[in-house]
Nanobody, 123 residues
C-alpha cells in the first residue's frame, strides 16, 4: 500500500509561483508513474501533469503547458509540481497520484491518491 502526502499549497497572487511536493511511502516509488490532478469546487477532478517512472516522459494538460513543470526525485520518493505564472483559474485542490499502468491521463489510471493540497490564486 502506497501513502502519498502533498504539501506546498497556499494563497498566491496571479502571476506568482508555487511548488507542490508529494512524498510517497509504503511502496517502490521508482516503479510508479506519478500524476497531478486538480479539482475546483463543483467540478470533476482533472488531469494536470504526469511523469513516467524513469522521468523520460512528461505529460501536461494544454492549459498549463509552458507554466507548470513536473519532476521527480526517486532517491527522495518525491514528485514535484513547479507552478509559475499562476492564474485565478488554477485555483483548486491539487492531488498527487501513483499508478503502475501505461496510461496517464485518467483518474482510473492511478491506484493511489493523496489527500490534496489547496492552491488559491487571487486576481
Amino acid at each position: 500500500q502506497v501513502q502519498l502526502v502533498e504539501s506546498g499549497g497556499g494563497l498566491v497572487q496571479a502571476g506568482g509561483s508555487l511548488r507542490l511536493s508529494c512524498v510517497a511511502s509504503g511502496g517502490t516509488f521508482s516503479t510508479y508513474k506519478m500524476g497531478w490532478f486538480r479539482q475546483a469546487p463543483g467540478k470533476e477532478r482533472d488531469f494536470v501533469a504526469a511523469i513516467r517512472w524513469s522521468a523520460t516522459s512528461t505529460f501536461y494538460t494544454d492549459s498549463v503547458k509552458g507554466r507548470f513543470t513536473i519532476s521527480r526525485d526517486n532517491a527522495k520518493n518525491t514528485v514535484y509540481l513547479q507552478m509559475n505564472s499562476l492564474k485565478p483559474e488554477d485555483t483548486a485542490v491539487y492531488y498527487c497520484a501513483a499508478g503502475s499502468t501505461w496510461r496517464v491521463f485518467g483518474t482510473s489510471d492511478y491506484n493511489y491518491w493523496g489527500q490534496g493540497t489547496q492552491v488559491t490564486v487571487s486576481s
